[in-house]
């Protein structure tokens, strides 16, 4: 009798074990799932516009609860031959969700161009940060995409009560130093800009002081306003172009050429 009892006990929880729903703040990731997807991408963006005179890339954000106009902006992406690769400003998810995180995932991994994404305000809640940490990488990174250095930027400060150094000055003081031959001109991105509520303002002024010793600063770029704006924040030359969210169905297309750049709003 007392086997029986213990096999149906065994029976239950073997089958039980599809039943098991983690917290939505649950760290774990499914196991199908790549993980530091920013470092593999930044390899393929490397390689690719190596030796390229003109390079374009789509600039998008905020995805949170827009699914179908994100798979919609993925499919436009597949179509197009001119794009070499994808910027998500950040706001991936709305609540940090790992669920969202995976969502996110399983729309992205049909992107035909090597993509990176940035940390968004939205992305820290809850145990988000961690999620995207394992899931793309260290929320301050660089890559080079021809003679062009992308400094990309955590600068949501107020999620972590400034507890934490939002902007990294340590981050961007040694990507001052770690230049690289190849390195003739600078695009720093960043999820909120200058002036921003999610912007430790206090440091706002050095921010842009030190950003400016970047060899041949282009331009910035951000999302988190959901709308498009190009503007001259602190009256320097330097235009901050923000991106609409991708739930009004757009994104912004810069190109790159040895001499300058040009960029469109692109509605789909």
């Avoid at 729903?21 to 920013?38: A, K, M, Q, V």
């Avoid at 969700?97 to 940390?119: C, G, N, R, T």
């Avoid at 990309?152 to 981050?171: G, K, Q, W």
Wanted: glycine share 6%; with cysteine; charged share 25%.
């Amino acid at each position: 009798m007392l086997k029986k009892v213990l096999f149906l006990f065994l029976c239950i929880n073997l089958f039980a074990c599809d039943l098991i729903d983690y917290h939505p703040y649950d760290g774990r990731l499914d196991s199908d799932i790549e993980t530091g997807l920013n470092k593999k991408n930044i390899e393929r963006i490397t390689t690719l516009c190596e030796t390229k005179d003109t390079i374009r890339f789509a600039f998008m954000g905020d995805t949170q609860r827009s699914l179908d106009e994100t798979d919609d902006f993925v499919k436009l992406m597949n179509r197009n031959d001119s794009i070499d690769f994808v910027i998500h400003g950040g706001d991936i998810t709305d609540f940090g969700l790992k669920k969202e995180y995976e969502w996110a995932y399983d729309i992205f991994s049909k992107l035909k161009q090597p993509y990176v994404a940035l940390i968004g305000n939205h992305d820290v809640l809850g145990n988000g940060d961690q999620v995207y940490k394992k899931l793309y990488g260290a929320e301050n990174f660089s890559f080079m995409a021809g003679d062009v250095k992308f400094v990309c930027l955590n600068t949501n400060a107020i999620e972590y009560d400034y507890s934490h150094p939002i902007p990294d000055f340590t981050f961007i003081k040694n990507e001052l130093t770690d230049t690289l031959p190849a390195h003739k001109r600078t695009i720093v991105v960043m999820h909120a800009p200058p002036g921003c509520e999610q912007f430790d303002n206090n440091v706002m002024d050095v921010f842009q002081i030190y950003i400016k010793y970047f060899p041949s600063l282009m331009f910035c770029i951000h999302a988190h306003n959901h709308q498009f704006t190009a503007t001259d924040i602190f009256d320097d030359g330097i235009i901050y172009y923000g991106c609409e969210n991708i739930g009004k169905r757009s994104y912004l297309s810069f190109t790159l050429t040895k001499e300058d750049y040009s960029y469109e709003l692109i509605h789909f």
